[in-house]
């Protein structure tokens, strides 16, 4: 049986010419870019990634649109807080006379002891 296998010359196997850029482990929120006039390149400082300039354009003109919309609402919803409070001091001062008022109305305690309250 060891008669029918044939070797042949040169199965060899190549040296490794490839090499893997490995990234640094863990998120990279992309908060500091470089931007290259001459390639006209948009790149991560921290990571090394390279975006396509309009996608990164775009994304950030996202981003930027998201926050003043949330800083739209935040606002909105402080005036409408400021409203309640100013509301609420209102009512507090009307309850301080109608307790004042009620007060002065109100008859005196007993005295059963001789004592004075």
Known sequence: MVDNIRQ???AEVPDQTLSVERRPFGFCSHEK???DEHS???KCAACGKVFDP???LRDEVHRLQDAWERHRQVRSS???HIDRVEALKK???RLKGRIK???AKAEPAI???NRSL
Do not use: Y
Request: glycine content about 4%; aromatic content about 12%; proline content about 4%.
């Open 8 to 10: 042949f010359p040169g």
């Open 33 to 35: 870019i470089s931007l």
């Open 40 to 42: 006209r390149t948009v």
């Open 54 to 56: 309009f996608n990164f």
């Open 78 to 80: 402080l005036s409408e």
């Open 91 to 93: 009512e507090e001062a």
């Open 101 to 103: 008022t009620a007060k």
């Open 111 to 113: 005295d059963v002891r």
